[in-house]
């Protein structure tokens, strides 16, 4: 269904104010899923609303890096999964092995109902916990929209993230263009990562359109893990 103007203007606002309660360096992480608890039944009408198309953005990104004919081999964790559109845009594109890591229930629980994962891991990613999947585990790791200013995924926890990944297995963030700030924080940490020989990077870029509501921009990380 197309969006008028004065829905897109009030989605907008929305949004922002959303982002302002949700997002803001006060936020913390309960904050924030309370926040995803009462976002759950209407997430992914919201993005489809204002034309966000992060989860086939980053489903193709990972596809650019395998073969149709491998695909199906291919084993992949979507850490912070949300409602699951990542996994079915990856289903879609002929993988099958897909895991889902998400620490809200609720949106988890959508994902569920729908079958968009083999395997379903309710947890959190942080610097302080250690996760309960293996080393080298998976041929990729997708993480898509699942940066913030606060009270979401850390940049540091992607140190930890990356121990999950196979040698010679992918990296594949999708996220919006963050404060100066806090996108310098994931930089360095994708440097240090990279200095310190774990990962290398295969593309880093920013693009226009992340949602066409707010005029937000996009960025794309990928990296091959060493």
Same mark, same amino acid.
């Given at each position: 269904?197309?969006?008028?103007? #004065?829905?897109?203007? +009030?989605?907008?606002?929305?949004?922002?104010?959303?982002? #302002?309660?949700?997002?803001?360096?006060?936020?913390?992480?309960?904050?924030?899923?309370?926040?995803?608890?009462?976002?759950?039944?209407?997430?992914?009408?919201?993005?489809?609303?204002?034309?966000?198309?992060?989860?086939?953005?980053?489903? #193709?990104?990972?596809?650019?890096?395998?073969?149709?004919?491998?695909?199906?081999? &291919?084993?992949? $964790?979507?850490?912070?999964?949300?409602?699951?559109? =990542?996994?079915?845009? $990856?289903?879609?594109?002929?993988?099958?092995?897909?895991?889902?890591? #998400?620490?809200?229930?609720?949106?988890?629980?959508?994902? +569920? $109902?729908?079958?968009?994962?083999?395997?379903?891991?309710?947890?959190?990613?942080?610097?302080?916990?250690?996760?309960?999947?293996?080393?080298?585990?998976?041929?990729?790791?997708?993480?898509?929209?699942? $940066?913030?200013?606060?009270?979401?995924?850390?940049?540091?926890?992607? +140190?930890?993230?990356?121990?999950?990944?196979?040698?010679?297995?992918?990296? &594949?963030? =999708?996220?919006?263009?963050?404060?100066?700030?806090?996108?310098?924080?994931?930089?360095?940490?994708?440097?240090?990562?990279?200095?310190?020989?774990?990962?290398? +990077?295969?593309?880093?870029?920013?693009?226009?359109?992340?949602?066409? &509501?707010?005029?937000?921009?996009?960025?794309?990380?990928?990296?091959?893990?060493?």
């Amino acid at each position: 269904m197309d969006t008028t103007e #004065e829905q897109k203007l +009030k989605l907008r606002e929305a949004i922002l104010e959303n982002r #302002e309660k949700y997002e803001g360096n006060n936020m913390t992480f309960s904050k924030s899923q309370k926040y995803y608890d009462m976002l759950a039944e209407k997430y992914e009408e919201q993005l489809l609303n204002a034309n966000v198309r992060t989860h086939e953005i980053t489903a #193709e990104t990972v596809a650019d890096l395998y073969p149709s004919d491998v695909r199906d081999k &291919v084993k992949i $964790l979507d850490v912070g999964a949300g409602t699951g559109m =990542v996994g079915s845009a $990856l289903r879609g594109l002929r993988f099958k092995h897909i895991d889902a890591l #998400e620490p809200n229930p609720n949106m988890l629980g959508k994902a +569920k $109902l729908q079958n968009r994962y083999e395997t379903y891991f309710i947890e959190s990613v942080n610097p302080e916990e250690s996760s309960s999947i293996k080393n080298g585990t998976y041929d990729a790791i997708t993480m898509c929209a699942t $940066l913030a200013e606060a009270g979401h995924i850390p940049p540091e926890a992607i +140190k930890g993230i990356v121990r999950m990944v196979k040698k010679g297995g992918y990296m &594949v963030i =999708v996220n919006r263009v963050l404060k100066d700030e806090t996108l310098n924080d994931i930089d360095a940490v994708m440097d240090s990562l990279e200095a310190d020989k774990k990962m290398i +990077k295969v593309t880093r870029k920013v693009w226009p359109g992340y949602n066409e &509501v707010t005029g937000d921009f996009g960025i794309t990380w990928v990296y091959r893990v060493l």
